[in-house]
């Protein structure tokens, strides 16, 4: 009996796998670490290589949409308005949390740092002593960032531009004494930019937090279960982590 129980089970999850269901998402500009369309086929993006990966796990889901590039306020607002089923990937806030639903797979962990510039002996160690640095100069941050909230919640003085990028380049002109955000996209536009030799990262880690796939509040569960599934699958395998690292 249990045996039939278990055929049972395998044959019901191939047959959902085998259901074609295509699902509408979007890119992310000004975000290459998630989706880069210079990276070409060995470096796509961090989350345009999830996005493939569970693909790949469910042969019978497909993502469209992916000719759009669209920067980070304009994904809330399509999440938000139903224009797009899933997009990859998001950190929570509890104002995002009543807007969309998010998946219970985290995908990669970042952490929060400072960027300074190399010459810059001081030690930012809180958020209390980024705040007294802020008095003098405002904190950069990319704009639209969930990271702003919780410089807001510290009294951190802060200014939003453009891109970490844009950021990066007025620290260096000395527009600005540090730059707060994602360690995995510091690097990598460091690396890209040759600023290595201008600038550092600085030694603590102000908080870390999870990367998470989200899907438009009424997505059916059905189809949420499936996501969710495929994810689960890609987590057992390492899949994930190897990604994570790979872009780190």
């Known amino acids: 009996m249990l045996r039939w129980s278990l055929l049972l089970s395998a044959l019901l999850c191939v047959s959902t796998q085998a259901q074609e269901l295509s699902l509408r998402t979007v890119q992310q500009s000004g975000a290459t670490i998630k989706y880069d369309p210079e990276g070409g086929a060995a470096r796509p993006g961090l989350c345009l290589e999830i996005l493939r990966a569970v693909e790949r796990s469910d042969p019978g889901l497909h993502f469209v949409g992916l000719e759009q590039s669209v920067p980070l306020r304009r ?15 998001l950190l929570k806030t509890p104002e995002r949390e009543k807007q969309w639903r998010y998946l219970p797979v985290p995908l990669y962990t970042i952490r929060h740092v400072v960027m300074q510039r190399a010459d810059d002996s001081r ?3 809180s958020l209390p002593e980024l705040a007294a640095s802020s008095q003098r100069k405002p904190v950069l941050i990319s704009r639209g960032s969930a990271l702003a909230r919780r410089l807001a919640a510290a009294d951190v003085v802060f200014n939003e531009v453009g891109s970490e990028r844009e950021a990066l380049q007025m620290l260096a002109l000395g527009r600005a004494d540090a730059v707060y955000g994602q360690d995995i996209n510091l690097q990598r536009h460091i690396a890209d930019s040759r ?4 600038l550092k990262m600085g030694r603590t880690v102000f908080h870390e937090e999870a990367q998470y796939l989200t899907v438009r509040a009424d997505l059916p569960l059905a189809q949420e279960e499936r996501l969710t599934t495929a994810l689960r699958r890609l987590e057992r395998d390492g899949t994930l982590r190897q990604l994570a690292e790979k872009y780190r």
Do not use: N, P, S, Y
Not at 195 to 198: R, S
């Open 123 to 125: 030690t930012l160690a």
């Open 75 to 89: 994904v809330e607002r399509m999440l938000a308005e139903g224009l797009v089923d899933a997009f990859f990937c």
């Open 195 to 198: 600023m290595g030799d201008k």
